[in-house]
């Protein structure tokens, strides 16, 4: 079966992706966030949950035990996401929903098809409002992102105000993104005003991290500044173009997005059609040796251990890394709602 998979997915390469690293070297530090990204009107917001030390770290970082452990209630909520909304609602999705029990579920929604499952909560004990969206097949969602003809777009301003016109994101995952924005806003502040909760939380893995990191930037630009917006995404594909990268490490520095061994998926859409990722990668270079690292900038491609480095390009990766094991041998797609 691993082998199918991967050659089904060598099958779908187009030229942007498999040169990735040759084609478009990084630096391995980016300096502060460009303002050009910040239209009229935008604010720079600076708020963080906490201390985390290995955010934006200026050297390569490896996470002790502890700090790798407290992923795992993250992981299980996006892996939570791909259950049924029927599920969620009640929040009795299985191993996923019974890691977080002090979870309560104000709205979940979507078909899986035209409309990705999501969920909206309140997770008490962080005091903190969770947003999540379901993520897609990989082997499609590779064929996707590695097509030369991907069409980009400046956000919506309804949702994305006084971001400048530099920007650009994919359009597909803004499309979906748009779908549930409002209700996803909406119910986000009911949440807060009825809770008190101090802090959004956005997670997704797959297609579901780039909604959830889109979200995020929303959150930053509609909530109060004193609200934290975190993200915790997992095999998160690139959203947008360098201009996306700076306002998002500008507007939300409580972000780590998880990359798993040698999964594709991170180095799409490639470099080379002008995408970049925000800061900060954090890659699991082996679960089973516990072995988890945080990476400088937006994009190392100088450190071994980092994914440009270990996933050069399309040929040299593992589809099915995308699915897991992450930390706590946690798997995440539509068979593992369990």
């Known amino acids: 079966m691993r082998v199918s998979i991967l050659l089904s997915a060598v099958l779908l390469l187009v030229g942007g992706a498999v040169v990735d690293v040759a084609a478009a070297p990084a630096k391995a530090v980016r300096g502060p966030s460009s303002s050009r990204a910040l239209g009229h009107g935008a604010r720079t917001r600076r708020f963080r949950r906490d201390s985390t030390p ?5 050297a390569l970082v490896t996470l002790s035990t502890s700090e790798i452990s407290e992923f795992e209630p993250y992981l299980e909520m996006a892996r939570a996401a791909y259950c049924a909304p029927s599920l969620t609602a009640d929040w009795e999705c299985g191993e996923a929903c019974d890691a977080v029990s002090d979870f309560t579920t104000y709205l979940s929604g979507g078909d ?6 999501y969920y ?4 008490a004990s962080e005091n903190a409002v969770v947003v999540a969206h379901q993520g897609t097949d990989p082997t499609q969602l590779l064929s996707d992102l590695t097509d030369v003809d991907i069409i980009t777009e400046n956000l919506n301003s309804t949702y994305f105000p006084g971001v400048s016109s530099s920007v650009y994101v994919h359009s597909g995952f803004a499309d979906e993104q748009a779908d549930t924005a409002r209700i996803i806003l909406e119910q986000t502040k009911s949440i807060i005003s009825s809770t008190g909760a101090d802090t959004v939380i956005c997670v997704g893995h797959s297609l579901g991290a780039a909604l959830a990191e889109l979200d ?10 004193d609200i934290a917006v975190v993200g915790r995404t997992f095999g998160t594909p690139r959203v947008g173009n360098p201009d996306w990268a700076d306002l998002f490490d500008e507007m939300v520095p409580d972000f780590t997005r998880m990359n798993n061994m040698k999964d594709p998926i991170p180095i799409v859409p490639g ?11 954090v890659h699991v270079v082996s679960e089973a040796d516990n072995d ?17 480095m270990t996933v050069p390009n399309i040929l040299d990766s593992d589809i099915l890394d995308h699915l897991g094991p992450y930390p706590g041998n946690i798997y995440i797609g539509t068979i593992y709602c369990t």
């Not at 899986?112 to 499952?117: A, F, L, R, T, V």
């Not at 909206?120 to 997770?123: A, K």
Request: negative net charge.
């Open 120 to 123: 909206v909560g309140y997770w």
């Open 54 to 58: 290995f955010l934006d770290p200026s």
């Open 271 to 281: 470099r080379s059609l002008g995408f970049e990722h925000p800061e900060t990668e």
């Open 292 to 308: 988890v690292v945080a990476c400088p900038g937006n994009e190392d491609a100088t450190d071994a251990d980092c994914t440009i």
């Open 112 to 117: 899986g098809d035209s409309i990705q499952y």
């Open 216 to 225: 995020a930037m929303m959150f930053a630009l509609n909530l109060d500044s």
